[in-house]
């Protein structure tokens, strides 16, 4: 078994920042690939940036400049530093992997979300 535990979301003013942590335990072998998503009340759920193994990243047009990923590999842990936070930011953030478990068998997994809230 594999969980993904997120902390850092939080309430903050427009213009100001967060980070968020997920730390990814049990079962794992590899993390292949680790990032975030956010879904926001009636909308769908959407990539705000993912790291992979090999250190690539790639981030949502609306975040770039922004927001940085970053990832501990030893610690099976993945960062996202957010700056110049907007009210259009607001929504619950996920945390989700690309697991490998064995040399054959790799998962998805999810976080259990945590809440970012930007006033005006």
């Known amino acids: 078994q594999v969980q993904l535990v997120e902390s850092g979301g939080g309430l903050v003013q427009a213009g100001g920042s967060l980070r968020l942590s997920c730390a990814a335990s049990?079962?794992?072998?590899?993390?292949?690939?680790m990032g975030w998503y956010r879904q926001a009340p009636g909308n769908e759920r959407e990539l705000v940036a993912h790291?992979?193994?090999?250190?690539?990243?790639d981030y949502a047009d609306s975040v770039k400049d922004r927001f940085t990923i970053s990832r501990d590999a030893a610690k099976n842990t993945v960062y996202l530093q957010m700056n110049n936070l907007k009210p259009e930011d607001t929504a619950v953030y996920y945390c989700?992997?690309?697991?490998?478990?064995?040399?054959?068998?790799?998962?998805?997994?999810w976080g259990q979300g945590t809440q970012v809230t930007v006033s005006s």
């Open positions: 049990g079962n794992i072998l590899r993390t292949n690939v």
């Open positions: 790291i992979f193994s090999s250190g690539y990243r």
């Open positions: 989700n992997a690309e697991i490998s478990t064995t040399i054959v068998r790799r998962n998805t997994y």
